[in-house]
C-alpha cells in the first residue's frame, strides 16, 4: 500500500522560482492539508481541502496555492520563492478529518530556498 | 502566548523510566487533544488522544486532561530507548482546526 506519496523529497531553490510540491494518496481519503515543519516547531497547517474541488487556508496560506481536481491528488504551489519558505512540508490525509486527530502523513519535503 | 506550548527539552530518562510530558492550551473553546510521535527525520504517528477529562491508559501510555487547568500531559512507563522521539501535542480548537505545540524531544539512555 502506498499511503500519502510525497514527491520531491528534496529540493533547492533559488529565491524567486517556483515550484510544485505533489501529494497522492490511494486511499479514497475526501480530506487532504499540507503542513509545514520548522526546526524544533510543530506542525503549521497551510491549507486544506474537504473533498475533489474545495479548498481553503490554513494558519499560512501566504505565498501557496493548491488546488483539488481529483480526491487523489493534492499539490502545493510555491510561487516566487521566498528564503522564509524553507521548511520541510507535510502532505496528509484522513478519512474522517482531524476530528480523530487520524492523519495520514506523507514522508515529507525538505525544501530550501537559497 | 503561543496557542499550544510544551517544554522543547530535551527530557532525559532512564530506561525503564516514567517519562511524564507536558501540554497547555490557551483556547478553552478546545475540544479535542492528541499526543504525535515524531522519529527524526519522519512524519508524525498519532499515539494517543483524549476528549474528557480525566485519565485514558493504552498499555505503556497514559494522557490525562484537565481542562479547568488548560493541561494535558503523557506519560510513558517502562520508558525504553525506542521511545526516544520528539513527541507533538496537538489540540482542535473551534473552528475545526488541529493546532500543534513545538514538541518534547524525549531521549531514553539505556
Known amino acids: 500500500n502506498a499511503g500519502v506519496t510525497q514527491t520531491p523529497k528534496f529540493r533547492i531553490l533559488k529565491i524567486g522560482q517556483s515550484m510544485t510540491l505533489q501529494c497522492t494518496q490511494d486511499?479514497?481519503?475526501?480530506?487532504m492539508y499540507w503542513y509545514r515543519q520548522d526546526p524544533g516547531m510543530g506542525l503549521k497547517l497551510i491549507y486544506y481541502s474537504v473533498g475533489a474541488g474545495i479548498t481553503d487556508k490554513g494558519e499560512v496560506p501566504n505565498g501557496y496555492n493548491v488546488s483539488r481536481s481529483t480526491t487523489e491528488d493534492f499539490p502545493l504551489r510555491l510561487e516566487l520563492a521566498a528564503p522564509s519558505q524553507t521548511s520541510v512540508y507535510f502532505c496528509?490525509?484522513?478519512?474522517?478529518?482531524?476530528?480523530?486527530?487520524?492523519?495520514?502523513f506523507g514522508e515529507g519535503s525538505r525544501l530550501t530556498v537559497l | 502566548q503561543k496557542e499550544v506550548e510544551q517544554n522543547s527539552g530535551p527530557l532525559s530518562v532512564p530506561e525503564g523510566a516514567i517519562a511524564s510530558l507536558n501540554c497547555t492550551y490557551s483556547d478553552r473553546g478546545s475540544q479535542s487533544f492528541f499526543w504525535y510521535r515524531q522519529y527524526s527525520g519522519k512524519s508524525p504517528e498519532l499515539i494517543m488522544f483524549?476528549?474528557?477529562?480525566g485519565d485514558k491508559e493504552d498499555g505503556r501510555f497514559t494522557a490525562q486532561l484537565n481542562k479547568a487547568s488548560q493541561y494535558v500531559s503523557l506519560l510513558i512507563r517502562d520508558s525504553q530507548p525506542s521511545d526516544s522521539a520528539t513527541y507533538l501535542c496537538a489540540v482542535i480548537k473551534a473552528g475545526n482546526m488541529l493546532t500543534f505545540g513545538g514538541g518534547t524531544r524525549l531521549m531514553v539512555k539505556p
Open positions: 486511499m479514497n481519503h475526501n480530506y
Open positions: 483524549i476528549y474528557s477529562n
Open positions: 496528509a490525509s484522513s478519512p474522517t478529518g482531524v476530528g480523530t486527530g487520524e492523519l495520514f
